[in-house]
């Protein structure tokens, strides 16, 4: 999967018969594995409740969790559930995410939600958050440049 064969990891993972026999923190994985597979075939829902059931399970790592809640928190921004994605994204925030990129990424999320709910103070925070990391991710970097131009007339 790191090496972008995404085949061959759901050909792995397809090969696993029981997973409930896997040891707990093997299985919490193998479903977030899955959820991400889900993901990213565009079926939100199956991959909603993979992602629950690993982290349901316990993650082996803390950051390994805060990584899961910030998806499940970008799962519910897809399906315009925008109360519970700020509930996922804070969640992830306070757990620690891996590296600069997710937090940058967790921190404009919170920001177009700040924006969503009109709480411009907050938005702009978040925003001045995720600037200061300097992601280096072209999506991030253009969405940082987007935003950019937007917020500076709104007030607050």
Known sequence: ???????????????????????????????????????????FDGAEKLMKKGLDLGMPMKEAEGASLLQMGMLAMQKN?????????????RKGLPDKENQAAAFLQMCSLMMNKREFRAAKDFFRKAKALKP????????????EKYISRIPG
């Open 1 to 43: 999967m790191e090496s972008g064969d995404m085949d061959g990891a759901e050909k792995v993972l397809a090969s696993i018969k029981y997973p409930n026999l896997l040891y707990k923190p093997i299985r919490s994985v193998y479903f977030t594995l899955k959820g991400n597979l889900a993901m990213m075939k565009q079926d």
């Open 81 to 93: 559930d925008l109360k519970q994605a700020e509930s996922y994204i804070r969640q992830a925030l």
């Open 136 to 147: 280096t991710t072209p999506q991030l970097v253009d969405q940082i440049k987007q935003i």
